[in-house]
């Protein structure tokens, strides 16, 4: 008989200890009005600053969340309902997407 292929295990972490980036997305909406989201945004406390990405880009907001200052940390909402999460920690993702489902059109 054939023998399975071996796998072999190979432990990334210990490889790049602390270059781990966490990512989470979620769709909550059919879609969003960004323009209201964006006033919205504004008016949340300094950690959270929108930026802009790009004239040709005008289907998604970027928030760039500022909090110990050692790992970049970003959120991406994007019109067609869908939130991204790039390295954000729990407490701020429940944050804005609070305050993205409270603008939900």
């Known amino acids: 008989p054939r ?4 796998w072999k295990e190979s432990n990334f972490a210990n490889q790049y200890e602390g270059q781990y980036f966490s ?7 059919d879609w969003y009005d960004l323009n209201q989201l964006k006033q919205r ?3 949340l406390s300094k950690p959270f600053q929108l ?5 040709l880009i005008e289907n998604v907001l970027c928030i760039q969340i500022h909090r110990d200052g050692t ?3 970003e959120a991406f909402i994007f019109d067609d309902g869908a939130v991204i999460f790039w390295n954000v920690k729990h407490d701020d ?3 804005i997407l609070k305050e993205v ?3 939900f059109v």
């Not at 990512?23 to 909406?29: N, S």
């Open 3 to 6: 023998k399975k292929p071996a």
């Open 41 to 43: 945004l504004t008016s």
């Open 51 to 55: 930026v802009h990405i790009s004239d």
């Open 23 to 29: 990512l989470t997305a979620y769709a909550t909406a």
């Open 101 to 103: 489902t409270r603008t």
């Open 93 to 95: 993702e429940k944050i």
């Open 71 to 73: 790992k970049k940390s």
